[in-house]
């Protein structure tokens, strides 16, 4: 039987180390467009290597397979090794030919565990380094100029991999107070606040050569831009009028989690799903409740066909880029492994180095991306 290619506009979580009989059958039959992994799916270098083959093998098409590899606490593979230097750390040593090494050891990572997304760089502007709204640490510039700066080398860099790239968070967590994980934050910035900021980032790598190859839609409301209040991942004037049609950006679009309380408290998964698909997403991500995705499936089998057609498009025009996963060997990973403890050493010195971020070798229960 052949399944509805609408499948292919979920990005799912994985719910462990490896895929048993049931998931094989799960992902036989819904066909997911691609997957996302955390470190509840991590436990060793060649365990890594064989769930992303598997991935693989059981997809009919080629696979979205993505990780949140930034640095510091967002770095999925420090559970195997080194730890990366995060954005703030790199910024602050204001050497971009280390951010740039950066860049390429995340890309060659990734190929070697069989990713071809990273979901980075993060493109939110450190307004406040120590606001509670989960950018802490994991910016690359306290201005629009800076973030532009430093985050057009690592993306440049990891490309060079051919890994892609996802700019995050549009358009823009920056002044938020609180974590979208838990709560929507409602902004009452001005149109030219926005413009002078948040937007003159996004705007720089919406096209041209900078151009991240996709973009992840933020759990955020700005009443400037959407009067409607509607956060901008379920907003069609923020997703579409804005990014695609306004800016230009021609690449994947995807929600953040929809799994996340910021839009889990206020809205209906059902009504997610339709209202993400309308706003102008491509791929709608579920990272944990994964048992859902056949309803998920099922919503969006009865979607207008010019918005299951559109993102279907986009979609495939992605995965046409896709690299292939590079050979994997142990002595392959220590290597990079090494390259990236130098890295650490080359931003903190051998004395900074040393200390991993608080979050080390723990799984919490809420993982940022």
Not at 31 to 57: A, E, M, V, W, Y
Not at 228 to 256: K, N, Q, Y
Not at 295 to 322: S, Y
Request: aromatic share 6%; glycine share 10%; with cysteine.
């Amino acid at each position: 039987m052949k399944c509805s290619p609408v499948g292919q506009l979920l990005l799912l979580g994985v719910p462990g180390y490896d895929v048993d009989d049931e998931f094989a059958d799960f992902i036989h039959r819904i066909q997911p467009g691609g997957f996302i992994l955390f470190g509840r799916n991590i436990q060793s270098p060649s365990q890594l290597r064989r769930l992303t083959d598997t991935l693989r093998k059981l997809s009919s098409e080629e696979p979205i397979i993505t990780i949140d590899q930034e640095g510091g606490r967002v770095s999925r593979l420090k559970l195997l090794g080194n730890e990366p230097p995060n954005a703030k750390q790199l910024r602050d040593k204001g050497d971009l030919s280390l951010i740039a090494r950066h860049g390429e050891l995340t890309g060659r990572l990734l190929g070697l565990f069989g990713f071809n997304l990273d979901l980075c760089p993060v493109l939110d502007i450190a307004f406040d380094d120590e606001a509670d709204n989960s950018l802490r640490g994991r910016c690359y510039g306290t201005s629009a100029d800076q973030v532009i700066m430093m985050s057009r080398v690592f993306n440049r860099a990891l490309q060079s991999t051919g890994i892609l790239s996802c700019g995050k968070h549009f358009p823009g967590y920056s002044s938020a107070s609180s974590d979208p994980h838990h709560e929507l934050s409602a902004l009452p910035r001005s149109t030219s606040e926005l413009e002078a900021h948040e937007l003159k980032v996004f705007r720089h790598f919406a096209r041209g050569i900078d151009k991240v190859d996709s973009m992840m839609i933020g759990h955020i409301s700005f009443s400037e831009l959407d009067a409607s209040g509607l956060p901008a991942s379920l907003s069609h004037t923020i997703t579409t009028t804005l990014l695609r049609e306004e800016m230009g950006f021609d690449g994947l679009v995807m929600t953040d989690d929809l799994d996340m309380g910021a839009i889990l408290n206020h809205y209906g998964f059902e009504d997610m799903i339709r209202m993400g698909l309308a706003a102008g997403n491509d791929l709608l991500m579920i990272c944990h409740r994964t048992e859902l995705a056949e309803q998920a499936a099922k919503v969006l089998a009865i979607c207008p066909e010019d918005e299951i057609n559109r993102a279907l498009g986009h979609v495939k025009a992605f995965k046409k880029r896709l690299a292939p996963p590079s050979p994997f060997s142990e002595e392959a990973f220590k290597e990079l492994d090494g390259g990236v403890w130098d890295l650490r050493v080359a931003t903190l010195g051998t004395e900074g180095a040393t200390s991993r971020s608080p979050e080390d070798g723990k799984r919490s229960p809420v993982e940022l991306y």
